[in-house]
């Protein structure tokens, strides 16, 4: 067999950091982990080959070489994967489709009248069943299982199909699973609420692989809450690590999503130090408590938010937090909350999109039984397209939202919450990172381009002179700020002229949906 992994290419948001990816000259910020798993899960003796269309192209001859053509996506990647399939179509392709966006797109009844095989839900258990039934010659059209497999049994990712080089950082796996239960995420529908975890043994022999392709520099460690198992991480898994990271002069940069109690845990927050971790990140969502008690985000009820985050950066560790907007307690006030939080906090990266509801979720029933959801939805939630009717006024929503993102990504309050979160930060001292050429030319480009061409040039030269003289230390994570910062610039330019009056679409799936529940109502 000859097989094509394909991984569709994401939309330019605030989550893709394009726009900074080019100051380093890199193309993607992480490899498709998922695609290279499965790779390993195939026969040996196939041929494989991986076009990730966010650091390649696909070209014709790719798909006319492969025997089979795999597509894995999440849900934000839609439009790009039904592309890959249209072209995959007429060339006469056969098509396997799996990961997120198919598990998500087939609950809901969504057709994918060109895709020979759907294999859904953990590849763990619904790859091996059609790779039997395919070498039998009676592959079915749907696999599919709620079985939640023993992830210590998943094989090392297949590294040697990427050129790393194309990507900023590379990632790896140790949890699936998470214990809370927020009424809009989808990840407990996806992965469910027990965290199943990798062996340390396991987790070493994936780093050692890494290490041997010659990467040194930044891992994303991909769990949606790294901490899902505290008792484990500090008795085995971090201890591990720990020690093989001081055995090779700790050749990697740890990066990891955590939720907010965190900040209760002391030894944690050493041990994952000590590790080698710098960056986390946080889904803070609210300020508001009603609206938190709302989506039932568990660990930030009922506590100082701002010094649960600060407590997290004095032990030296970068948030970077993530936000919603469109809750239906949500207040007329909130956007101005939502201001004054991130400022007060110095989150200095701030990803701030509107409430959706994904299929399946508590939200999505919930808003179901109400008549609240609309047809379709991109999965982005920085693009206006929300998919179901706010309990606020639409256009105040979206005017809203924008006037968050036009405030927080302003030269002025970006370089204001970089002092504050700077006089927090107390980073680790006792290593040093690895001085990479792309990251020298990444700084002379910053010069010429935020410094000397840019309109907020002012603020860019007031950041790197104030750093130097107050903390020096920490000037290489002023200028990535500077260079986030222009991503944040140019991905929002893109939505500032928007107005819900050039989004006929939206405006009039709602109007229809509250005049059909209006009707209803009266019925």
């Not at 970068?318 to 006030?333: K, N, T």
Request: aromatic share 12%; proline share 5%; with cysteine.
């Amino acid at each position: 067999m000859k097989i094509l992994l394909v991984n569709p290419q994401f939309p330019d948001t605030f989550w893709s950091f394009r726009h900074a990816l080019k100051f380093i000259s890199k193309k993607a910020s992480f490899p498709p982990l998922g695609l290279l798993t499965v790779a390993a899960m195939l026969p040996e003796e196939w041929e494989k080959k991986l076009v990730d269309m966010n650091a390649t192209t696909l070209t014709d001859t790719d798909i006319k070489w492969a025997d089979y053509v795999l597509i894995g996506a999440m849900v934000v990647q839609q439009k790009s994967a039904l592309e890959v399939i249209d072209r995959c179509s007429k060339l006469d392709a056969k098509i396997v489709a799996g990961g997120p966006y198919f598990t998500v797109a087939h609950s809901v009844n969504t057709e994918f009248e060109n895709v020979d095989h759907l294999v859904l839900d953990e590849a763990e258990t619904t790859l091996p069943p059609f790779l039997e039934d395919l070498e039998k010659g009676c592959a079915k059209p749907i696999y599919t299982s709620t079985e939640r497999p023993d992830i210590a049994k998943t094989p090392i990712p297949l590294w040697s199909l990427i050129d790393r080089t194309k990507y900023s950082s590379l990632n790896i796996q140790y949890s699936r699973g998470c214990p809370f239960n927020c009424e809009f995420c989808d990840i407990i529908i996806l992965n469910g609420h027990m965290p199943r975890t990798k062996t340390k043994e396991q987790m070493l022999a994936e780093l050692e692989a890494i290490y041997e392709q010659g990467w040194r520099g930044g891992m994303f460690i991909v769990d949606d809450n790294f901490i899902g198992n505290k008792r484990k991480l500090k008795a085995e898994i971090l201890p591990a690590i720990i020690q093989w990271m001081k055995e090779r002069k700790y050749p990697f940069i740890f990066l990891t999503e955590v939720s907010l109690n965190l900040a209760d845990d002391e030894e944690l927050m050493h041990l994952m130090i000590e590790a080698g971790f710098d960056t986390v990140f946080i889904g803070i969502e609210s300020p508001h408590e009603e609206s938190l008690t709302e989506c039932n985000k568990i660990p930030n009820k009922t506590r100082d938010l701002a010094a649960s985050v600060k407590k997290i950066q004095n032990h030296g560790f970068h948030v970077l937090g993530g936000f919603i907007v469109g809750f239906d307690s949500d207040p007329l006030s909130i956007f101005k909350s939502q201001i004054n939080f991130i400022q007060k906090s110095g989150i200095v990266t701030a990803m701030v999109g509107l409430l959706i509801a994904p299929p399946k979720t508590r939200l999505y029933k919930r808003l179901e039984k109400e008549n609240r959801i609309l047809p379709g939805g991109s999965g982005d939630n920085t693009d206006f397209s929300i998919n179901f009717i706010p309990k606020m006024n639409y256009e105040v929503l979206v005017n809203g939202y924008k006037h968050i993102l036009d405030t927080i990504y302003s030269p002025k309050q970006y370089c204001e919450r970089i002092g504050t979160f700077l006089k927090e930060y107390k980073p680790h001292r006792k290593r040093r990172a690895t001085l990479q050429f792309c990251y020298v030319l990444a700084f002379f480009k910053s010069l010429w381009i935020l410094g000397v061409k840019e309109k907020g040039r002012w603020y860019y030269w007031k950041l790197l002179t104030l750093t130097l003289l107050k903390h020096p230390k920490a000037f290489p994570l002023s200028v990535t700020f500077a260079i986030q910062a222009f991503h944040f610039r140019k991905v929002f330019e893109k939505f500032s002229n928007i107005s819900v009056k050039d989004m006929p679409g939206i405006t009039k799936k709602i109007n229809e949906t509250e005049e059909l529940t209006a009707g209803s109502d009266a019925g």
